[in-house]
Nanobody, 124 residues
């Protein structure tokens, strides 16, 4: 079992950057795939990015590709989401999640463990 805590959210102007962190405790984070999801008010939770345990492959939603970068430091048991060129439509609560091996890394139902979320607000 692993516990996840996100941090790094905040208010930023359009075009700015933020780096979200996901600190894991319990079992080693390296044992899991890592995903980032977000949920805006009145909308369903959506996939943002995934980091695959085996091979370190990364995947992104089309809406963030080229602007966001997912990474993980296994020595620190921490994952990251670097967000650049932020847009108002990126405003949401961002969640970190962990799962076992899966091909459906884009599906929230795949993930066993979730953090509490961190708010990101991008002003225009």
């Amino acid at each position: 079992q692993v516990q996840l805590v996100e941090s790094g959210g905040g208010l930023v102007q359009a075009g700015g950057s933020l780096r979200l962190s996901c600190a894991a405790s319990g079992r080693a984070f390296s044992s899991y795939n890592m995903g980032w999801f977000r949920q805006a008010p009145g909308k369903e939770r959506e996939f943002v990015a995934a980091f695959i345990r085996t091979g370190g492959n990364t995947y992104y939603a089309d809406s963030v590709k080229g602007r966001f970068t997912i990474s993980r430091d296994n020595a620190k048991n921490t994952g990251y989401l670097q967000m650049n060129s932020l847009k108002p439509e990126d405003t949401a609560v961002y969640y970190c999640a962990a799962s076992g091996p899966t091909d459906t890394y884009y599906s929230s139902s795949t993930y066993y463990y979730w953090g509490q979320g961190t708010q990101v607000t991008v002003s225009s």
